[in-house]
T-cell receptor
Framework: GEDVEQSLFLSVREGDSSVINCTYTDSSSTYLYWYKQEPGAGLQLLTYIFSNMDMKQDQRLTVLLNKKDKHLSLRIADTQTGDSAIYFCAEIPYNQGGKLIFGQGTELSVKP | NAGVTQTPKFRVLKTGQSMTLLCAQDMNHEYMYWYRQDPGMGLRLIHYSVGEGTTAKGEVPDGYNVSRLKKQNFLLGLESAAPSQTSVYFC??????????????FGPGTRLTVL
C-alpha cells in the first residue's frame, strides 16, 4: 500500500537553511507535493514536482526528488520566523481518483 | 470567488448525536474530498467524489457517510458520533483539467469535538 513518512520536528535559526525530508513507497505516483499549514489554518500548496523531474526551484524553495530511493526533500533558503508551520509531503497514487496520501507532517520551528 | 468553504467552523457533540458537515466550492471542480486530521498522523482520506452523484470510500470511511447531490456541494454525515471522531475535518476540491489540474484546494477546516 501507499505510505509517506516524515520526521515530526525540525528546529532552525533564522537565516539558516531548512531541509525537510520525506520518503514514499508508491513508485507509480506521478506528482509529489509540499503543503504548508500555519496554526489554526487550512493547507496551502507550496510547490509540487512531476515524477520525471529531479529538481524544481521556486524562489527560496528547492525540491529534490530521488526516484530510485523514493526520497523527496524541501529546502527553504534563508528561513524566516514566518516560515514556522507544519509542512506536509504528499503523493498522488496513479489512477485512484486523484486522492492525496499525506505524510504525518514536519513541524518547523524557526528561532530568532 | 470564495474558493472552498466549510460549515460549521466549530462544533461540540455528545456521543450518539448526528450532524452534517457542509463543503461548498464555487470553482466548478469535478473532484471533491473529505479528510480528517489528527495529531501526528497527517491527513487521512475519509471519502471522495469524482463527480456529481458519485462517491467512493477512502482510507478511513467507517462511521461516516457522504452525498454529492449537487456538483458544488459535498456533505459529510456522522450518524452516531463517537469520541474517536474528534478531529479537524478538511474538505478539498480539484478540477479534472486545466492549469490547476494537479492542485487540491482546501477549505479552512471544521474542528469537531465529541464528548
Amino acid at each position: 500500500g501507499e505510505d509517506v513518512e516524515q520526521s515530526l520536528f525540525l528546529s532552525v535559526r533564522e537565516g539558516d537553511s531548512s531541509v525537510i525530508n520525506c520518503t514514499y513507497t508508491d513508485s507509480s505516483s506521478t506528482y509529489l507535493y509540499w503543503y504548508k499549514q500555519e496554526p489554526g489554518a487550512g493547507l496551502q500548496l507550496l510547490t509540487y514536482i512531476f515524477s520525471n523531474m529531479d529538481m524544481k526551484q521556486d524562489q527560496r524553495l528547492t525540491v529534490l526528488l530521488n526516484k530510485k530511493d523514493k526520497h523527496l526533500s524541501l529546502r527553504i533558503a534563508d528561513t524566516q520566523t514566518g516560515d514556522s508551520a507544519i509542512y506536509f509531503c504528499a503523493e498522488i497514487p496513479y489512477n485512484q481518483g486523484g486522492k492525496l496520501i499525506f505524510g504525518q507532517g514536519t513541524e518547523l520551528s524557526v528561532k530568532p | 470567488n470564495a474558493g472552498v468553504t466549510q460549515t460549521p467552523k466549530f462544533r461540540v457533540l455528545k456521543t450518539g448525536q448526528s450532524m452534517t458537515l457542509l463543503c461548498a466550492q464555487d470553482m466548478n471542480h469535478e473532484y471533491m474530498y473529505w479528510y480528517r486530521q489528527d495529531p501526528g498522523m497527517g491527513l487521512r482520506l475519509i471519502h471522495y467524489s469524482v463527480g456529481e452523484g458519485t462517491t467512493a470510500k477512502g482510507e478511513v470511511p467507517d462511521g461516516y457517510n457522504v452525498s454529492r447531490l449537487k456538483k458544488q456541494n459535498f456533505l459529510l454525515g456522522l450518524e452516531s458520533a463517537a469520541p474517536s471522531q474528534t478531529s479537524v475535518y478538511f474538505c478539498a476540491s480539484r478540477p479534472v483539467a486545466g492549469a490547476s489540474y494537479n492542485e487540491q484546494f482546501f477549505g479552512p477546516g471544521t474542528r469537531l469535538t465529541v464528548l
